[in-house]
């Protein structure tokens, strides 16, 4: 501390320039700013005094001022830097990283449920000698709907069903994966025995049943001398390769504009024994409906460049949600897509 008595102002930078040097942080150096350099400061006691002298004391103490404003200044900025870098350094060595320890288990990934019921749906069509095939989610009209002989008039076509892009270019977000039916079958020859994985879309409001984009996988096989026997004996394996061997299928007859005949296909419950008890999976029927199948329509295969009095072929698809909600038993179909870490640790 200063005397009140006015100093000498060399002695004063010798006691400034020792005040600064001994600051350890930078709450300790900026009292020393402030008891040297601050408006009620020492310097500014001094600066009080050049009323009292003639012109030649006050050019000579105004000189020493700046001066000593310009040593002391310099001092504490060069105290600041190497405090600073001294606490940096510091801070460095506590938060340093050993990098030899070991890193903390990350748990693994793993797929989506949808992703796995999709691989395993596919995996069981190539292995009975299926191709994958893939399209456009993006179409035409002419490949959603006219070659597969979805009139221009029919229900499906209705914006209240199907969401467009441009309705006057008749462009759609695809409502089945079968426009790449009618693409496989123009580009190649028969025969034809492909499998249609991919997302589709519907303009359906979110229930627990219900969502306007969810996944199918499509099937098709064009050949001579297909038969519904085929088509069944084809669902039968896939049914009991994704179910289990002990699982039946059984078709009953349905409409959809792209086959003829057409079926509904359900499987044996395997939550129930079957025989009636009460089961909220098949309501006590003892069978879940999984798909829609049916032999392709011999105006699909003419407007596909194939002769129906030459080939024939069944077509087959399979909502992924709806098996994956079977199979793991699954109410709400919305727990598929909120990614609930908490639901989706379950699979």
Same mark, same amino acid.
């Given at each position: 501390?200063?005397?009140?008595?006015?100093?000498?102002?060399?002695?004063?930078? @010798?006691?400034?320039?020792?005040?600064?040097?001994?600051?350890?942080?930078?709450?300790?150096?900026?009292?020393?700013? $402030?008891?040297?350099?601050?408006?009620? %400061?020492?310097?500014?006691? +001094?600066?009080?005094?050049?009323?009292? =002298?003639?012109?030649?004391?006050?050019?000579?103490?105004?000189?020493? +001022?700046?001066?000593?404003?310009?040593? #002391?200044?310099?001092?504490?900025?060069?105290?600041?830097?190497?405090?600073?870098?001294?606490?940096?350094?510091?801070?460095?060595?506590?938060?340093? =990283?050993?990098?030899?320890? /070991?890193?903390?288990? #990350?748990?693994?990934?793993? /797929?989506? &449920?949808? !992703?796995? #019921?999709?691989?395993?749906?596919?995996? $069981?069509?190539?292995?009975?000698?299926?191709?994958?095939?893939?399209?456009?989610?993006?179409?035409? %009209?002419?490949?959603?709907?006219?070659?597969?002989?979805?009139?221009?008039?029919?229900?499906?076509?209705?914006?209240?069903? !199907?969401?467009?892009?441009?309705?006057?270019?008749?462009?759609?977000?695809? !409502?089945?994966?079968? /426009?790449?039916?009618?693409?496989?079958?123009?580009?190649?020859? #028969?025969?034809?025995?492909?499998?249609?994985?991919?997302?589709?879309?519907?303009?359906?409001?979110?229930?627990?049943?219900?969502?306007?984009?969810? !996944?199918? $996988?499509?099937?098709?096989?064009?050949?001579?001398?297909?038969?519904?026997?085929?088509?069944?004996?084809?669902?039968?394996?896939?049914?009991?390769?994704?179910?289990? /061997?002990?699982?039946?299928?059984?078709?009953?007859?349905?409409?959809?504009?792209?086959?003829?005949?057409?079926?509904?296909?359900?499987?044996?419950?395997?939550?129930?024994?079957?025989?009636?008890?009460?089961?909220?999976?098949?309501?006590?029927?003892?069978?879940?409906?999984? =798909? %829609?199948?049916?032999?392709? @329509?011999?105006?699909?295969?003419?407007?596909?460049?194939?002769?129906?009095?030459?080939?024939? %072929?069944?077509?087959?698809? &399979?909502? $992924?949600?709806?098996?994956?909600?079977?199979?793991?038993?699954?109410?709400?179909?919305?727990?598929?897509?909120?990614?609930?870490?908490?639901? =989706?640790?379950?699979?």
């Amino acid at each position: 501390h200063v005397d009140n008595a006015v100093p000498d102002i060399d002695d004063l930078r @010798d006691v400034a320039l020792a005040a600064i040097a001994a600051a350890e942080d930078l709450d300790a150096l900026e009292q020393a700013r $402030v008891t040297f350099l601050g408006r009620k %400061g020492e310097l500014a006691a +001094i600066q009080k005094t050049m009323g009292s =002298l003639d012109d030649a004391g006050r050019r000579e103490l105004g000189a020493k +001022i700046n001066a000593f404003k310009d040593e #002391v200044g310099a001092a504490l900025a060069d105290r600041q830097a190497a405090l600073e870098d001294a606490a940096l350094a510091a801070r460095f060595e506590a938060e340093r =990283l050993d990098l030899s320890l /070991p890193p903390r288990r #990350v748990p693994p990934g793993r /797929p989506h &449920i949808l !992703t796995q #019921v999709l691989h395993e749906i596919v995996d $069981v069509f190539v292995g009975m000698g299926y191709r994958v095939a893939e399209g456009p989610e993006v179409e035409s %009209g002419v490949f959603n709907f006219d070659l597969l002989n979805i009139d221009a008039d029919h229900p499906a076509r209705q914006e209240m069903d !199907t969401i467009y892009i441009s309705a006057d270019d008749d462009i759609v977000l695809r !409502t089945h994966t079968s /426009p790449v039916q009618a693409r496989v079958m123009l580009s190649q020859p #028969v025969p034809i025995a492909v499998c249609v994985p991919g997302r589709v879309y519907r303009n359906d409001t979110v229930d627990a049943t219900h969502s306007p984009v969810f !996944t199918q $996988v499509e099937g098709l096989v064009v050949d001579r001398g297909i038969t519904m026997a085929d088509l069944r004996g084809t669902l039968l394996a896939f049914a009991q390769g994704l179910f289990g /061997p002990d699982v039946d299928v059984r078709l009953r007859p349905s409409m959809f504009p792209f086959t003829e005949p057409s079926a509904e296909v359900d499987v044996s419950c395997t939550f129930c024994a079957g025989d009636g008890s009460a089961c909220r999976v098949c309501k006590g029927t003892g069978w879940i409906e999984i =798909l %829609g199948a049916g032999m392709v @329509d011999p105006n699909v295969l003419e407007f596909c460049g194939h002769d129906p009095d030459e080939v024939s %072929g069944f077509a087959f698809g &399979i909502g $992924v949600e709806r098996v994956a909600m079977l199979r793991h038993d699954i109410a709400d179909i919305r727990h598929l897509f909120e990614d609930d870490v908490r639901f =989706l640790h379950a699979f």
